[in-house]
């Protein structure tokens, strides 16, 4: 069970990176989404590391993990700013 609840966050935090790089994208910021790529791409290289690397360092994961959530918030109240500015 433990291993299927750590599949999902890892599933949602990626989905949740994605999902702020296409708004961002659709809003024409490409430089924050080049920025939230590279948290995305930190976190598949921390993953792929932590299988070379003890449990000394597993603190470093929830970091990753909650930048995707924060991109995901940033980028959704950006498009609510610019919708209010225009409308």
Do not use: C
């Not at 750590?6 to 949602?12: D, G, K, M, Q």
């Not at 921390?46 to 690397?53: K, P, Q, T, W």
């Not at 000394?56 to 500015?85: C, G, M, V």
């Amino acid at each position: 069970i433990g291993l299927f609840v750590f599949l999902a966050i890892l599933f949602v935090s990626t989905k949740n990176y994605l999902k702020a790089v296409s708004i961002f994208k659709a809003k024409g910021d490409e430089q924050t989404a080049s920025l939230t790529k590279a948290y995305l791409i930190s976190q598949i290289a921390l993953m792929v590391s932590f299988m070379f690397l003890s449990n000394l360092y597993h603190k470093f994961l929830w970091l990753p993990l909650a930048l995707s959530q924060i991109s995901l918030r940033f980028a959704e109240q950006k498009t609510e700013a610019k919708d209010e500015a225009v409308g």
